[in-house]
Protein backbone atom coordinates (compact mmCIF):
# COMPACT_ATOMS: atom_id res chain seq x y z
CA UNK A 1 0.00 0.00 0.00
CA UNK A 2 1.45 3.14 -0.69
CA UNK A 3 0.93 6.16 0.96
CA UNK A 4 0.96 10.63 0.29
CA UNK A 5 4.22 12.00 0.51
CA UNK A 6 2.77 14.60 3.22
CA UNK A 7 0.91 11.78 4.91
CA UNK A 8 4.18 9.72 5.53
CA UNK A 9 6.14 12.38 6.59
CA UNK A 10 3.83 13.15 9.14
CA UNK A 11 3.22 9.91 10.19
CA UNK A 12 6.80 9.30 10.95
CA UNK A 13 7.26 12.57 12.46
CA UNK A 14 4.65 11.66 14.79
CA UNK A 15 5.75 8.23 15.59
CA UNK A 16 9.30 9.71 15.84
CA UNK A 17 7.87 11.82 18.58
CA UNK A 18 5.71 9.56 20.30
CA UNK A 19 8.59 6.95 20.14
CA UNK A 20 11.00 9.42 21.42
CA UNK A 21 8.62 11.51 23.98
CA UNK A 22 8.68 8.74 27.08
CA UNK A 23 12.53 8.90 27.15
CA UNK A 24 12.91 12.49 26.94
CA UNK A 25 9.86 12.84 29.77
CA UNK A 26 11.51 9.94 31.98
CA UNK A 27 15.03 11.46 31.73
CA UNK A 28 14.62 14.71 30.52
CA UNK A 29 17.39 13.98 28.29
CA UNK A 30 19.17 16.66 25.81
CA UNK A 31 20.76 14.52 22.95
CA UNK A 32 23.65 15.99 21.23
CA UNK A 33 23.73 15.35 17.48
CA UNK A 34 25.44 12.47 17.40
CA UNK A 35 22.76 10.94 19.80
CA UNK A 36 20.17 12.17 17.68
CA UNK A 37 21.42 10.72 14.42
CA UNK A 38 21.79 7.23 16.51
CA UNK A 39 18.11 7.97 17.16
CA UNK A 40 17.18 8.72 14.07
CA UNK A 41 18.92 5.86 12.16
CA UNK A 42 17.18 3.18 15.10
CA UNK A 43 13.80 4.94 14.18
CA UNK A 44 14.52 4.19 10.29
CA UNK A 45 15.77 0.84 10.72
CA UNK A 46 12.57 0.28 12.75
CA UNK A 47 10.20 1.13 9.99
CA UNK A 48 12.38 -0.25 7.20
CA UNK A 49 11.49 -3.74 9.36
CA UNK A 50 8.03 -3.07 10.24
CA UNK A 51 6.80 -0.82 7.73
CA UNK A 52 2.87 -1.91 8.33
CA UNK A 53 3.79 0.34 11.75
CA UNK A 54 2.83 3.09 9.29
CA UNK A 55 -0.75 2.26 8.66
CA UNK A 56 -1.41 2.06 12.59
CA UNK A 57 0.33 5.88 12.85
CA UNK A 58 -1.37 6.95 9.40
CA UNK A 59 -4.43 5.85 11.05
CA UNK A 60 -4.06 7.62 14.39
CA UNK A 61 -3.16 11.36 12.62
CA UNK A 62 -5.73 10.99 10.80
CA UNK A 63 -8.13 10.41 13.75
CA UNK A 64 -6.77 13.33 15.36
CA UNK A 65 -7.02 15.49 12.80
CA UNK A 66 -10.61 14.40 12.72
CA UNK A 67 -10.95 15.13 16.03
CA UNK A 68 -9.30 18.21 15.74
CA UNK A 69 -11.40 19.71 12.71
CA UNK A 70 -14.80 18.55 14.71
CA UNK A 71 -13.85 20.49 17.80
CA UNK A 72 -13.01 23.64 15.81
CA UNK A 73 -16.02 23.41 13.66
CA UNK A 74 -18.39 22.94 16.66
CA UNK A 75 -16.63 26.03 18.14
CA UNK A 76 -17.38 27.54 14.96
CA UNK A 77 -20.72 26.86 14.60
CA UNK A 78 -21.55 28.05 18.12
CA UNK A 79 -19.54 31.23 16.92
CA UNK A 80 -21.80 32.31 14.12
CA UNK A 81 -25.33 30.46 15.68
CA UNK A 82 -26.82 33.67 15.08
CA UNK A 83 -25.93 34.62 11.63
CA UNK A 84 -26.04 31.05 10.51
CA UNK A 85 -29.90 30.35 11.54
CA UNK A 86 -31.02 34.05 11.45
CA UNK A 87 -29.82 36.18 8.30
CA UNK A 88 -32.34 37.93 6.95
CA UNK A 89 -31.54 36.84 3.59
CA UNK A 90 -31.30 33.25 3.66
CA UNK A 91 -33.95 31.10 2.21
CA UNK A 92 -36.37 29.23 4.73
CA UNK A 93 -38.21 26.40 3.89
CA UNK A 94 -40.47 24.51 6.25
CA UNK A 95 -42.13 25.47 9.47
CA UNK A 96 -40.60 29.24 9.83
CA UNK A 97 -40.95 28.47 13.49
CA UNK A 98 -40.11 24.62 13.86
CA UNK A 99 -37.96 23.32 16.94
CA UNK A 100 -35.38 22.24 14.85
CA UNK A 101 -32.97 23.86 11.93
CA UNK A 102 -31.40 22.45 9.32
CA UNK A 103 -28.89 24.54 7.16
CA UNK A 104 -27.88 23.24 3.81
CA UNK A 105 -25.10 25.05 2.02
CA UNK A 106 -25.27 25.05 -2.04
CA UNK A 107 -24.27 26.03 -5.25
CA UNK A 108 -26.48 25.91 -8.44
CA UNK A 109 -24.43 23.92 -10.52
CA UNK A 110 -23.19 21.35 -7.82
CA UNK A 111 -24.64 17.86 -8.71
CA UNK A 112 -24.57 16.80 -5.34
CA UNK A 113 -26.60 19.32 -4.32
CA UNK A 114 -29.39 18.52 -6.87
CA UNK A 115 -28.98 15.14 -5.68
CA UNK A 116 -29.52 16.32 -2.13
CA UNK A 117 -32.45 18.63 -3.06
CA UNK A 118 -35.22 15.60 -3.31
CA UNK A 119 -33.59 14.72 0.80
CA UNK A 120 -34.91 18.22 1.65
CA UNK A 121 -38.12 18.12 0.10
CA UNK A 122 -38.86 14.34 1.38
CA UNK A 123 -37.56 15.98 5.12
CA UNK A 124 -40.11 19.27 4.41
CA UNK A 125 -43.17 17.76 3.63
CA UNK A 126 -42.49 14.69 6.11
CA UNK A 127 -41.56 16.82 9.22
CA UNK A 128 -43.99 19.31 10.16
CA UNK A 129 -41.69 20.40 12.96
CA UNK A 130 -38.45 21.44 10.96
CA UNK A 131 -37.07 24.81 9.52
CA UNK A 132 -34.86 24.57 6.86
CA UNK A 133 -32.16 27.01 5.97
CA UNK A 134 -31.21 27.11 2.72
CA UNK A 135 -27.73 29.88 2.13
CA UNK A 136 -26.07 30.11 -1.27
CA UNK A 137 -22.52 28.97 -1.47
CA UNK A 138 -21.49 29.70 -5.00
CA UNK A 139 -18.11 27.78 -4.67
CA UNK A 140 -18.35 26.90 -8.67
CA UNK A 141 -17.27 29.81 -10.95
CA UNK A 142 -18.67 32.65 -12.32
CA UNK A 143 -22.54 30.94 -13.57
CA UNK A 144 -22.58 30.38 -9.75
CA UNK A 145 -22.30 33.54 -8.21
CA UNK A 146 -24.57 35.07 -10.70
CA UNK A 147 -27.27 32.91 -10.62
CA UNK A 148 -27.06 33.11 -6.64
CA UNK A 149 -27.38 36.78 -6.96
CA UNK A 150 -30.52 36.67 -8.97
CA UNK A 151 -32.03 34.05 -6.30
CA UNK A 152 -31.46 36.40 -3.39
CA UNK A 153 -32.49 39.19 -4.86
CA UNK A 154 -35.48 36.95 -6.00
CA UNK A 155 -36.44 36.94 -2.13
CA UNK A 156 -37.51 40.32 -1.99
CA UNK A 157 -40.39 39.46 -3.93
CA UNK A 158 -40.94 35.68 -2.89
CA UNK A 159 -41.46 34.22 0.82
CA UNK A 160 -42.34 30.79 2.25
CA UNK A 161 -43.05 28.12 -0.15
CA UNK A 162 -43.46 29.97 -3.53
CA UNK A 163 -39.58 31.01 -2.55
CA UNK A 164 -38.62 27.41 -1.92
CA UNK A 165 -40.60 26.30 -5.30
CA UNK A 166 -38.34 28.86 -6.88
CA UNK A 167 -35.21 27.14 -5.35
CA UNK A 168 -36.46 23.97 -6.68
CA UNK A 169 -37.30 24.78 -10.24
CA UNK A 170 -33.50 26.60 -10.37
CA UNK A 171 -31.87 23.66 -8.93
CA UNK A 172 -33.82 21.07 -11.32
CA UNK A 173 -32.45 22.90 -14.89
CA UNK A 174 -30.25 20.59 -16.73
CA UNK A 175 -27.07 21.64 -17.24
CA UNK A 176 -25.23 25.05 -16.30
CA UNK A 177 -27.33 27.71 -14.73
CA UNK A 178 -26.04 30.98 -14.86
CA UNK A 179 -27.90 34.92 -14.28
CA UNK A 180 -30.02 34.67 -17.28
CA UNK A 181 -31.29 31.00 -16.74
CA UNK A 182 -32.10 31.84 -12.59
CA UNK A 183 -33.93 35.04 -13.92
CA UNK A 184 -35.69 32.95 -16.78
CA UNK A 185 -37.27 30.94 -14.03
CA UNK A 186 -37.97 34.19 -12.19
CA UNK A 187 -39.95 35.99 -15.39
CA UNK A 188 -41.73 32.63 -15.64
CA UNK A 189 -42.95 33.02 -12.01
CA UNK A 190 -44.78 36.46 -12.67
CA UNK A 191 -42.19 38.65 -10.73
CA UNK A 192 -41.74 42.21 -11.23
CA UNK A 193 -38.30 41.93 -13.39
CA UNK A 194 -37.38 45.86 -13.31
CA UNK A 195 -37.37 45.51 -9.57
CA UNK A 196 -35.21 42.59 -9.87
CA UNK A 197 -32.61 43.47 -12.17
CA UNK A 198 -32.42 46.58 -9.46
CA UNK A 199 -32.08 44.25 -6.64
CA UNK A 200 -29.33 42.38 -8.52
CA UNK A 201 -26.97 44.91 -8.81
CA UNK A 202 -27.74 46.50 -4.86
CA UNK A 203 -24.97 46.46 -2.24
CA UNK A 204 -27.39 44.57 -0.31
CA UNK A 205 -27.16 41.27 -2.53
CA UNK A 206 -23.58 42.20 -2.87
CA UNK A 207 -23.27 42.57 1.19
CA UNK A 208 -25.67 38.77 1.58
CA UNK A 209 -23.26 36.78 -0.43
CA UNK A 210 -20.09 37.74 1.08
CA UNK A 211 -21.25 37.29 4.44
CA UNK A 212 -22.22 33.98 3.17
CA UNK A 213 -19.06 33.24 1.70
CA UNK A 214 -17.22 34.25 4.75
CA UNK A 215 -19.62 32.39 7.51
CA UNK A 216 -18.24 29.30 5.11
CA UNK A 217 -14.84 29.75 5.49
CA UNK A 218 -14.97 30.44 8.89
CA UNK A 219 -16.92 26.81 9.07
CA UNK A 220 -14.22 25.21 6.74
CA UNK A 221 -16.52 24.26 4.40
CA UNK A 222 -14.71 22.15 1.67
CA UNK A 223 -17.70 22.12 -0.81
CA UNK A 224 -21.05 21.80 -1.44
CA UNK A 225 -23.67 20.72 -0.21
CA UNK A 226 -22.84 20.67 3.49
CA UNK A 227 -24.90 20.61 6.30
CA UNK A 228 -25.46 22.13 9.53
CA UNK A 229 -27.62 20.62 12.36
CA UNK A 230 -27.04 21.45 15.85
CA UNK A 231 -23.48 21.37 16.46
CA UNK A 232 -22.40 18.85 13.45
CA UNK A 233 -21.38 20.19 10.18
CA UNK A 234 -22.24 16.77 7.56
CA UNK A 235 -20.64 17.63 4.06
CA UNK A 236 -21.77 16.18 1.00
CA UNK A 237 -25.06 14.11 -0.10
CA UNK A 238 -25.36 11.87 2.80
CA UNK A 239 -28.91 10.60 1.88
CA UNK A 240 -31.96 11.15 4.19
CA UNK A 241 -31.88 8.57 6.59
CA UNK A 242 -28.56 10.21 8.35
CA UNK A 243 -30.05 13.46 8.30
CA UNK A 244 -33.48 12.38 9.83
CA UNK A 245 -31.43 10.19 12.41
CA UNK A 246 -29.43 13.44 13.07
CA UNK A 247 -32.52 15.79 13.17
CA UNK A 248 -33.81 12.99 16.06
CA UNK A 249 -30.72 13.26 17.78
CA UNK A 250 -30.93 16.79 18.51
CA UNK A 251 -34.68 16.51 19.33
CA UNK A 252 -33.60 14.16 22.19
CA UNK A 253 -30.50 15.13 23.53
CA UNK A 254 -29.87 18.42 22.00
CA UNK A 255 -27.12 17.51 20.06
CA UNK A 256 -26.03 15.83 16.92
CA UNK A 257 -24.66 12.62 18.09
CA UNK A 258 -26.28 11.72 21.87
CA UNK A 259 -23.51 9.36 22.84
Known amino acids: MRFPLLKTLQAVTLFGVLAAAPVAHAQNAVFNEQQKQAIGEVVK ?24 QQVAQASAVQE ?10 SYVAGN ?23 DVQTLVKSDPKLR ?3 KDFP ?33 ETRGRVNGERATA ?14 D ?23 GTPAFVIGEAIIPGAVGIEPLKQLIGNVRSCGKANCS
Open 45 to 68: EYLLKNPEVLTEVISELEKRQAEA
Open 139 to 171: VLGPDSVEASRVALAVKNQLQGQKLFDYHVKVM
Open 200 to 222: IESAEIRNALQENMALGDKLNLT
Open 132 to 134: VVL
Open 185 to 198: VAKEMGLDMAKLQK
Open 80 to 89: TKQTLLNAPH
Open 96 to 118: ASGDITLVEFFDYNCGYCKKALA
